[in-house]
């Protein structure tokens, strides 16, 4: 049996905060632009497979290839890390400081890696800019000004909106991430993580490094969004929302409740003397 038990995952958990602390700067820039990228080209593989079939669901069923990537290869994503970096500052082994610097590194390296392989699919997608979008050129436009311009005509409704479905998703993503700490084997990963991952996108959430590729991809071919747009209406409430989301409901939810803690009967009882041999 490859199955770990809750109890373990929650420990794996406060060790993964643990070494993603420990990195150095430049470890954590490569890692997180990998990330972006990879979820970029997920994100696009869905697109197409949409587009293609006339079905999104479809899109949701291909688009966690690029979580399982992302955790194969032990790679830095910022909405995972919303929910794991603070456990070891829960536990007083790690600053408040330390937290925002490796959150800060990881987001820049996410939106790095998401521009960089937005811009070349633009490349792609309109033969350098000489053709029109269209099919999936056409879809990015078309969700950039969804996420942008449809909360802003709503206003303050469309800002809560923003933040709340962002909260949804990352509770969805870190509970993928967790489970996949649930087994030990290549396969049994894939398929843990597959059904949260499937449950956020299917229902249209809000993911900040997603957002990080379709918006300003978008905006590259077209759509009438700002950066100021993008980032008022979208990534700054949107990744507000996925750390709230990732860290309540799962990473802080399985901490308190599954975290080792020593009775009371343990910290009273004395230690036992050593029995020596004859």
Known sequence: MDYVQPADVACAMVETGRRKLALVPSDILIRSMLSGAILGIATSLALTGAVQTG?????????????????LLGLELITGSFALVPLPWLDREASAGAVL??????????????????????????????????????????????????????????????????MLCNWMVCLALVLAMTTTSTVGKLAALWMPIFMFFAQGFEHSVVNMFIIPTGMMMGAKVTVGQWWLWNQIPVTLGNLVGGFTFTGLAIYMTYKPKLSSTDVLAPTPAPVLAE
Do not use: C, D
Request: aromatic letters at 10%; hydrophobic letters at 60%; zero cysteines.
């Open 55 to 71: 079905q999104p669901f479809v899109g949701a069923l291909v688009f966690p290839v690029g979580i399982g990537i992302i955790v």
């Open 101 to 166: 610097a490796n959150w800060g590194w990881v987001f820049i390296g996410n939106l790095i890696g998401a521009l960089a392989y937005g811009a070349l699919l633009a490349v792609v997608l309109t033969n350098m800019g000489t053709a029109p979008p269209t099919g999936v050129a056409a879809r990015i436009v078309q969700i950039a000004e969804a996420k942008t311009l449809a909360y802003s005509a709503i206003g303050f409704a469309g800002m809560v909106t923003a933040f709340v479905k962002a």
